[in-house]
């Protein structure tokens, strides 16, 4: 779910139909209709306003942020939802990348202490996972030991272990404003033509301390879920991205697909894939059509 400032956005996000940047207020009762579904979980993204960005992504460490705040808000009214939250400088970053830049060029070193101390962050506002969705080597140990260090030996990493550099992002990063000013993400997002790698991403965030490992996206990489799921004994996440609902949704409109079939079918197949949990936009569309 999309948070912003204030109130909750009049009109949908144009490319993601269903879908607003909520206020907290309005996001809490949106996360309550989910939980009574059954939705067991949810995802945040925060919209942060332009002023409040800055190169290294400052804002993200802010107690009193939005994602903080809304994180809070959340775990008072409704204790029994997990809290999934986002570590990648992005929403914050002026630059629009998920690390600091140095030189035009993405600095690991950098950036990884930065996502550590953005997760304990999160963890400190009440999040039950924290889903490193950046791509930086060494991230999740970092944030491991962060999480440990601080306390948070129950809060557990979701890592986007296997993420493609893609096109089917382009709804989401329209919906925070989020998309990098310069350059794009193939320094550290993986080839889509490259499966193999997705194994050397296993091995590496399973040793280094992961409790789940994400495929992203979901539907055309089918076989390398598959692959992660045959190569460890972790849970496996698919999710199913922006890109992906917005064709759906938009074939849809047109007349051209029936939306609740082809959400069905296709959340059926990322399962048949392999996918143990399924992130997806179309959850609480999803629980109420198989409630009736
Ligand atoms: C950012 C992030 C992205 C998504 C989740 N976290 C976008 C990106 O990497 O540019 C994409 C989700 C979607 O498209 O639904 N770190």
Redesign the pocket.
Known sequence: MFVQEGESSETPISSMPGQSRYGIQKLLSKAEEALLLGVPAVAL?PAINEAAKDPRGTEALNENGLLQRTVRALKARLPELSVIT?V?L??YSSDGH?GVLDKGQIDNELTVPLLASMAVSQAQAGADMVAP???MDGRVLAIRRGLDEAGYFNVGICS?CV?YA?G??????DALG???KSGD?KTY?MDPANVREALREVRLDEAEGADWLMV??GLPYLDVIRAVRDATPLPVAA???????AMLKAAAQNGWLDYNQCLLESLLCLRRAGADIIFT?GAVEAARLLRS
């Open positions: 993204f986002d990648a992005d929403p998920d969705s950046d791509m986007y993420k893609s089917f992002y382009g709804p989401f990063r989020s998309a990098p993400k997002q992203k996206p999710y199913q991205v922006s890109g992906e609902y936009y």
